[in-house]
């Protein structure tokens, strides 16, 4: 047999079952947490650098792939820069269908990390019930653009496909179960005991440092900033719907989660406004054309996790000159250390998931003990069933 | 929205041109001298933070170019202050003492750039880049292996 | 209060299991689900812009001598399914279908050697 035959899995720093990978070196005094060092790099991929390689519409679907629950808000940002620079612009019905496909994926998204911090915490019920009906909004994603997870829907002048009639009541007939669920789901996170103690009073950030230090996203909302791209720097159809800014007060686990619980409400109450208000027309507007003018733009958008900025410099020609993605998982994963002072050991998974780490997520931590000035590998799953001694 | 001069009133005198790319964006360009200072004036006149350190190389210029771009809550525009550093001699003050939030960006940018920070006591290699990549891999003249 | 999903806990254990049983019973995929796409060689004109521009480079050009022209070969090892292909065609010339069931053992298997026409 030839060697493409064989097929290798490695079991290494990629756990199986959880995400990607990361490195925390926790520096503890007993139980309590002293200091937080980040160490990444496991997945670097070197994309700003392959992207001065490919052509306009070649990055298009490139960059769509850096991250796989945020894609459509990627291809959004990207494709945002070239038609600035590019000079054509994309028709109403395709900006509507766009809004349409991110607010399904935000839905998707905030779901998946209520299920993982329902894991980490280890109420398990709550995650594969949540898990179970997030099924629908794949469905209904698939049904729009031909595939449960990458997109690949937003090109440079409009969108590919179009929807009908029928997909679109389809669409509404799964809103109405998932609003049902959630408010069931909403409940449980305000009332249940385990949630309460797990979750409440753990990595504050007060709200004067969260600008400081350059938070994004539901992270400060759950502070009490009052900011969000959708509204302060409207792109797509956002200018033309009605939908309200939540933010929370304590600064706390619990409400950053619920930051997202009530977002996934005015998800659902923006897209029934979309299908209702969907403008007739073409899908796609002059074609982008092969050779560019020189010229830059920055374009800001709002992911299901933060701010996304992109940076695009072009000198004329087939390709760009300097891409720079910077991710919204970047800010708060590296400069969130701040909300680990006084906390536990057992509380560190915790305050990590309710940052919600996109790029990168744990695969395990290096405890070292400051009194007995010994070091050692700790893996996460041991961590979330130790019992936290209060 | 105010006219251009309004909104950089408080910063008057210590830049040396301004462009724009849209309403809501503003390119800054400033000297290697005064770039500190216009950077903590910033912070101490509107309220804002800093959302990215671009780095770009240019050989046909022989210079590094650098754009901080400062999202301004006030008037909502980006501030995008631009500065201009000989190739051969990449170095700049740092600036994570008015916005404690910018050390990551600028371990990046030294990390695959090779533009040091001067005043930044956690700068080191390999802090993105996998062990066995050497040099600097956004120059446009690295070789790849 | 605690035990809240006790009561839904209790009635899914009564219910049948979510899980579907592939390969025994097909997942149901709907009609626009972007499978295997192919080429159909009567409309194709040769003009090569599906080949310049794939993403990955998955479709190489080939010169057929009887028809005097160049007709795209797919690789399907390499092919992220995004169809631009069948999207920029001038002609319409790809054929879609919604066949997901593309593994194999053997990678030789998916790479597009030579044109029936």
Same mark, same amino acid.
């Given at each position: 047999?030839?060697?493409?035959?064989?097929?290798?899995?490695?079991?290494?720093?990629?756990?199986?079952?959880?995400?990607?990978?990361?490195?925390?070196?926790?520096?503890?005094?007993?139980?309590?947490?002293?200091?937080?060092?980040?160490?990444?790099?496991?997945?670097?991929?070197?994309?700003?650098?392959?992207?001065?390689?490919?052509?306009?519409?070649?990055?298009?679907?490139?960059?769509?792939?850096?991250?796989?629950?945020?894609?459509?808000?990627?291809?959004? $940002?990207?494709?945002?820069?070239?038609?600035?620079?590019?000079?054509?612009?994309?028709?109403?019905?395709?900006?509507?269908?766009?809004?349409?496909?991110?607010?399904?994926?935000?839905?998707?998204?905030?779901?998946?990390?209520?299920?993982?911090?329902?894991?980490?915490?280890?109420?398990?019920?709550?995650?594969?019930?949540?898990?179970?009906?997030?099924?629908?909004?794949?469905?209904?994603?698939?049904?729009?653009?031909?595939?449960?997870?990458? $997109?690949?829907?937003?090109?440079?002048?409009?969108?590919?496909?179009?929807?009908?009639?029928?997909?679109?009541?389809?669409?509404?007939?799964?809103?109405?179960?998932?609003?049902?669920?959630?408010?069931?789901?909403?409940?449980?996170?305000?009332?249940?005991?385990?949630?309460?103690?797990?979750?409440?009073?753990?990595?504050?950030?007060?709200?004067?440092?969260?600008?400081?230090?350059?938070?994004?996203?539901?992270?400060?909302?759950?502070?009490?900033?009052?900011?969000?791209?959708?509204?302060?720097?409207?792109?797509?159809?956002?200018?033309?719907?009605?939908?309200?800014?939540?933010?929370?007060?304590?600064?706390?686990?619990?409400?950053?989660?619920?930051?997202?619980?009530?977002?996934?409400?005015?998800?659902?109450?923006?897209?029934?406004?979309?299908?209702?208000?969907?403008?007739?027309?073409?899908?796609?507007?002059?074609?982008?054309?092969?050779?560019?003018?020189?010229?830059? $733009?920055?374009?800001?958008?709002?992911?299901?996790?933060?701010?996304?900025?992109?940076?695009?410099?072009?000198?004329?020609?087939?390709?760009?000159?300097?891409?720079?993605?910077?991710?919204?998982?970047?800010?708060?994963?590296?400069?969130?250390?701040?909300?680990?002072?006084?906390?536990?050991? $057992?509380?560190?998974?915790?305050i990590l998931g309710s940052f919600d780490p996109c790029i990168a997520c744990m695969e395990r931590l290096i405890v070292y003990d400051v009194r007995k000035n010994v070091e050692k590998v700790v893996p996460i799953r041991k961590l979330i069933r130790k019992r936290v001694m209060r | 929205m105010t006219s251009i001069d309004d909104r950089l009133k408080p910063i008057e005198g210590l830049f040396s041109k301004v462009s724009k790319l849209r309403d809501n964006r503003l390119i800054i360009e400033t000297d290697l001298e005064k770039f500190k200072e216009l950077v903590k004036k910033i912070k101490g006149s509107y309220t804002s933070y800093l959302t990215s350190i671009v780095a770009t190389d240019f050989p046909d210029k022989n210079v590094f170019e650098i754009n901080y771009n400062i999202w301004v809550f006030d008037h909502q525009t980006m501030f995008s202050v631009r500065v201009r550093i000989p190739r051969d001699n990449p170095k700049l003050p740092t600036i994570i003492d008015i916005y404690p939030g910018g050390l990551p960006y600028e371990q990046e940018v030294y990390d695959l750039l090779g533009i040091v920070f001067e005043g930044n006591p956690h700068l080191r290699e390999h802090f993105f880049k996998p062990e066995d990549i050497k040099g600097y891999p956004l120059r446009k003249d690295w070789k790849g292996e | 209060m605690p035990l809240k999903l006790l009561r839904e806990t209790i009635s899914n254990l009564f219910k049948k299991p979510i899980t579907i049983e592939y390969p025994k019973v097909l997942t149901e995929v709907p009609e626009n689900y972007r499978g295997k796409h192919r080429v159909n060689y009567n409309k194709c004109v040769g003009c090569s812009l599906c080949a310049i521009d794939c993403p990955t480079g998955a479709i190489t050009m080939k010169v057929v001598p009887e028809r005097k022209k160049r007709y795209p070969m797919i690789n399907y090892s390499k092919c992220i399914f995004c169809y631009q292909c069948v999207y920029v065609c001038p002609v319409k010339a790809y054929i879609v279908s919604n066949d997901y069931r593309l593994a194999t053992s053997d990678k030789d298997e998916l790479i597009q050697k030579e044109i029936k026409v």
């Open positions: 047999m030839n060697k493409s035959t064989y097929v290798e899995i490695p079991v290494g720093p990629q756990h199986p079952a959880l995400h990607e990978p990361l490195l925390l070196r926790v520096k503890v005094d007993g139980e309590a947490v002293v200091d937080v060092q980040v160490i990444t790099g496991y997945n670097h991929r070197g994309i700003e650098k392959l992207g001065e390689r490919n052509t306009w519409i070649q990055n298009a679907y490139l960059y769509g792939r850096v991250c796989g629950i945020c894609n459509t808000v990627h291809a959004q $940002a990207y494709v945002q820069c070239v038609e600035e620079i590019g000079g054509i612009q994309a028709p109403p019905r395709a900006n509507y269908l766009r809004t349409l496909v991110m607010e399904l994926e935000r839905i998707h998204s905030h779901m998946l990390i209520t299920a993982v911090m329902a894991e980490l915490t280890g109420f398990d019920t709550l995650f594969m019930l949540l898990m179970r009906d997030r099924e629908r909004i794949m469905w209904s994603k698939e049904i729009v653009t031909g595939n449960r997870v990458l $997109a690949d829907y937003i090109i440079p002048g409009g969108v590919k496909w179009d929807v009908n009639k029928d997909k679109l009541s389809k669409i509404l007939k799964v809103l109405d179960f998932i609003e049902e669920r959630m408010k069931y789901y909403k409940k449980v996170i305000m009332e249940d005991s385990i949630i309460n103690k797990r979750w409440r009073g753990i990595g504050i950030i007060r709200k004067d440092e969260a600008l400081e230090y350059c938070l994004v996203g539901p992270t400060v909302r759950g502070s009490g900033v009052k900011t969000d791209i959708r509204k302060d720097d409207p792109y797509a159809a956002y200018g033309e719907l009605d939908f309200e800014l939540i933010t929370y007060d304590e600064g706390d686990v619990w409400s950053r989660m619920m930051v997202r619980v009530d977002e996934i409400f005015e998800s659902i109450n923006m897209i029934r406004q979309i299908i209702k208000k969907l403008p007739d027309g073409p899908i796609a507007g002059k074609a982008l054309p092969r050779v560019i003018k020189p010229g830059e $733009a920055i374009s800001r958008v709002e992911a299901p996790r933060g701010e996304l900025v992109y940076h695009i410099i072009s000198k004329g020609g087939q390709r760009p000159y300097r891409v720079k993605v910077r991710t919204p998982s970047f800010s708060n994963i590296l400069n969130g250390v701040i909300a680990y002072r006084n906390s536990l050991l $057992a509380d560190v998974p915790v | - | -």
